[in-house]
């Protein structure tokens, strides 16, 4: 099996001028013409064979410039079709190919999705419908033809404008779609069914009136009104923040029911999974509202920075995902809170990137190798490929930043692009030498900042030394120290930001330290008390922070400090080191907790907090983010229960406090998704959170709100808390969900969520029998990641159990669900990267698990992959 390297990257050496597609789609397979007008390039020597990549076609025909090829000029297999010396000029090549989209379980390429056919190509699923050079730098415009059964598919959706569209006798009908557009073959998109719609338009900045339109099942048009309010307010965000304009007269969106990921960013067609997509108050909670809002503006944000602008080789994709990420974070920031928007990112951000960079699949941003693309999918192009975007934002600043994208525009539209390009555009739009900050691109890892001061009341001179150091990650026994963003501020005894006369000894910008050796020692004159310092505001950059200060230190940062992130993070840092101190065996005192205790409940009382601020602050952090901050020989069992009895300790005294302001919290106006209304919810549930681990008035607390709620944020959030707790009130919570939603898969899957994040001793039994009986929806990503993603990455108790019995379940589905779908079966196995951090008998029976799978099963490249990753 080959390992496919970024140095080998060249060239194709022919172009493809343009390319026309004819798909006639029957009941049971589905024919495909494709005509692609080929070129060599200037430098191709005569007799260069011609290798177009395919996978599990079907070739019927192929002919050069109208005349059928002899058996000798070509060779076809499984994975390519080679012309063996193609003529050295511009020539036609046609093909045709039959498919048969219903029996595609892997989802790429053609498939049917509840009758739908529908397409996904990013990356490599183009070549699963024609032979063509399936690769990013490869940009063509596209003519598609499409003619199926009008009863089946009165609906014929393609890339760029409708030109023509008729009848063609005998129940057949056709549409005919152009996309002027040059465009690689990952962004082509088709989409032929019997679907509902609902229409809008946006007029663009300039004056030009775009057709919009959200395709779903018939009777669910109803609920695609928040994707498509999110889509107008993308548009205008886009042209508003980076002047950028849309530039087709129609913009589609599809809704469909199985899908490997959230959604694509197919030109002028985008194709959505449907829990992104539909949305209404019984069935939806605000948390789907967000990630609806946020998703179809990821996708449309696209556009221009993926579409217009793309990646030259899959090595780049953080190119796109991590600046469209960045786009997508800042819109959110915009239309909602800031601070709140931030956090959540943060909590992300340590939640599943943390443990990636930091375990046995970590990989730079832009990785230099890889065997299946569909691997690197990752949090790490993606969240942290978003993070160094912020960087570069944070060092230029404002002004300097947009300038700079202007000019990534300007320079690269219609490209296919580099990492490289991307950061020698904010070089010579900033004067700036970026090549210590590029390193952030090539080196896997999260630095660890060290912090140490002084304070010398005699000279009035502050001292403050930051360190840092990653430590190896599978393939990088070395690192080289990153230029690392540290925005401060000085803290006076009184709570007042204090200046300070002059900084020495290394490079600061304003409130920016910049952190650019292995250690950097700062003196500050002028300073007149001892101060405390707050670094990283608004997390300033992507790293661990190894703080100096102590507990006391900390709540007063969580009172004063004027950035509301540090304020919160100061408070999850304390509550953090309480629980893993108490986990590893170092009790807290009576002190620590009470002072604790005092700094939530102040939170609380705060009026000039907003609610969902409140309610991050009051969230305590999970297990496994305390796992990872324990780092090595972690016990799951320890760590939950420490977390218990210090949410206990801190609810004891005040339960009657917590439940008051509970209570005050009901929201009493009609439903809205609003960021207010959703952040009292969020604020009223972190509350019975609270007091469901730490007081016995919980149980009841949520039975009854689940009885009353009139919403699924609230239903949904006093079972899922019942299942956290598995309080007395869960078992029936759990059955009362499932056959009240019944039929409706999305509701489905928060039950599937819930029931396997209950840290029960009946869990995995649970989980068996949901899986194995014969309706479950065996080839749908949705219930699949639902049940099994939610399991391995959030229930570390039943997940990591020493007996082996979770690791087990979970390689036994892999196996079977590697046969109908690898990349969803890779994605859950990705869940065992804990391994490393737990205790040895956990590791072992673990590591048996997973040698098991191998040894036992012919498996995926996809998951072989991570498999090999992991044991490594
Ligand atoms: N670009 C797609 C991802 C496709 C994933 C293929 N395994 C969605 C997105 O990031 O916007
Ligand atoms: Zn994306």
Redesign the pocket.
């Known amino acids: 099996e080959q390992t496919i390297y970024l140095k080998d990257y060249a060239p194709t050496p022919y172009r493809i001028v343009s390319v026309d597609l004819d798909f006639k789609i029957l009941e049971d397979t589905t024919r495909v013409r494709a005509q692609l007008t080929i070129e060599p390039r200037e430098q191709t020597p005569p007799g260069t064979p011609l290798v177009l990549n395919g996978d599990e076609l079907k070739l019927d025909s192929v002919a050069v410039d109208g005349a059928p090829l002899v058996l000798s000029a070509y060779v076809s297999d499984a994975n390519a079709l080679t012309l063996v010396e193609p003529p050295h000029r511009r020539f036609v090549l046609e093909t045709e190919v039959t498919l048969n989209p219903a029996a595609n379980t892997k989802l790429m390429g053609l498939y049917r999705s509840s009758g739908t056919w529908c397409t996904q190509c ?2 490599e699923g183009f070549r699963r419908i024609t032979y063509y050079l399936d690769r990013p730098d490869v940009l063509a415009p596209f003519k598609v033809r499409m003619s199926a059964p009008k009863a089946l598919a009165p609906v014929l959706l393609a890339n760029g404008n409708l030109v023509d569209q008729g009848d063609l006798g005998d129940g057949m009908h056709y549409a005919v779609w152009e996309d002027p557009f040059l465009k690689p073959a990952y962004l082509f998109a088709l989409v032929a069914g019997d679907l509902g719609s609902i229409s809008d338009s946006f007029t663009t900045m300039s004056g030009r009136k775009v057709s919009l339109g959200i395709y779903c099942t018939h009777g669910k048009e109803n609920e695609c009104h928040y994707a498509m309010d999110s889509l107008k307010r993308s548009m205008a965000w886009d042209e508003r923040r980076f002047g950028r304009e849309y530039d087709l007269d129609v913009f589609n969106i599809v809704a469909v029911s199985d899908f ?6 197919n030109k002028g067609l985008n194709i959505f999974n449907d829990k992104l997509v539909f949305a209404q108050p019984e069935t939806a909670t605000d948390a789907n509202y967000h990630s609806i809002e946020r998703v179809i503006a ?2 449309y944000f ?1 556009n221009w920075t993926g579409n217009r602008i793309t990646c030259r080789d899959w090595f780049q994709l953080c190119l796109k ?1 991590g600046l ?1 990420v960045f786009r997508d974070q800042e819109f959110t920031s915009d239309e909602r809170s800031r601070p709140v928007q931030r956090i959540h990112d943060v909590q992300n951000l340590r939640t599943s990137q943390f443990p990636e960079d930091g375990g046995p699949l970590a990989h730079p941003p832009r990785p230099d190798s890889f065997r299946e693309i ?1 691997n690197f ?1 990752t949090t790490t192009v ?1 969240e942290k490929g978003a993070e160094i975007v912020r960087m570069l934002a944070t060092l230029l600043g404002e002004a300097g930043f947009r300038k700079a994208m202007d000019l990534y525009f300007e320079r690269h539209d219609g490209e296919a692009t580099t990492i490289e390009a991307f950061i020698k555009v904010f070089e010579d739009a900033s004067g700036r030498d970026l090549s210590q900050f590029a390193t952030w691109y090539l080196q896997a890892g999260t630095p660890q900042v060290g912090v140490t001061d002084s304070y010398d009341p005699a000279s009035q001179t502050y001292t403050l030394t930051l360190t840092q150091k990653v430590e190896p990650t599978p393939g990088e026994p070395t690192k080289k120290p990153l230029l690392i963003p540290v925005r401060f501020g000085l803290i006076g005894p009184n709570g007042s930001p204090m200046g300070f006369g002059s900084v020495s000894g290394g490079a600061v910008e304003d409130d920016l330290i910049l952190l650019d050796r292995d250690s950097v020692t700062l003196t500050f004159t002028g300073v007149a008390n001892k101060p405390v310092p707050s670094l990283f505001r608004g997390f300033s950059a992507p790293v661990k922070i190894a703080s100096n200060l102590g507990q006391e230190e900390l709540l007063f940062l969580a009172r004063h400090d004027s950035d509301p992130f540090n304020r919160w993070d100061a408070l999850q840092t304390a509550t953090t080191t309480l629980i893993a101190n108490a986990a590893t065996g170092t009790a807290w005192s009576g002190t620590e907790v009470d002072a604790l205790r005092q700094a939530l409940v102040d939170t609380l009382d705060n009026p000039e907090l907003d609610d969902a601020f409140k309610a991050q602050v009051i969230d305590i952090p999970t297990e496994p983010v305390i796992g990872r901050h324990i780092g090595k020989n972690v016990d799951p069992d320890a760590i939950a229960r420490a977390r218990a009895d210090l949410v206990r300790a801190l609810v004891g005294p005040v339960a009657e406090k917590l439940e008051s302001i509970y209570r005050g919290l009901e929201v009493t106006a009609p439903y809205s998704p609003d960021a207010r209304q959703a952040g009292q919810r969020s604020l009223r549930n972190g509350l019975l959170n609270l007091l469901t681990t730490g007081s016995d008035r919980g149980s009841d607390l949520a039975s009854r709100q689940y009885d009353n709620a009139t919403n699924m944020t609230d239903r949904y959030a006093a079972m899922a808390i019942s299942a956290r707790n598995w309080t007395a009130g869960a078992p029936a919570l759990l059955g009362d969900f499932r056959t009240r939603f019944a039929g409706d898969p999305l509701v489905f899957d928060k039950w599937l969520t819930a029931s396997a994040q209950a840290p029960d001793d009946g869990a995995i039994e649970r989980m068996r029998a949901t899986l194995t009986a014969p309706d479950f929806p065996r080839t749908n990503p949705n219930r699949l990641r639902s049940l099994l993603g939610s399991f391995v990455m959030a229930n570390p108790v039943q997940f990591a159990r020493a007996d082996g019995l979770g690791f087990r379940f979970v390689t036994e589905a892999v196996a079977e669900i590697d046969k109908v779908n690898p ?1 969803v079966a890779s994605r859950i196995l990705t869940g065992f990267r804990i391994l490393p951090t737990l205790e040895t008998r956990r590791r072992d029976v673990g590591l048996d698990a997973l040698r098991a799978l191998k040894e036992q099963h012919t498996l995926s490249r996809n998951v072989s992959e991570i498999l090999d990753r992991i044991i490594a």
Not at 260 to 265: D, H, L, Q, R, S
């Open positions: 990013e990356p490997n990921f959230g959604a694509m960013e990821h996708e696209h995902e469209t569909n999918y993606y990349q």
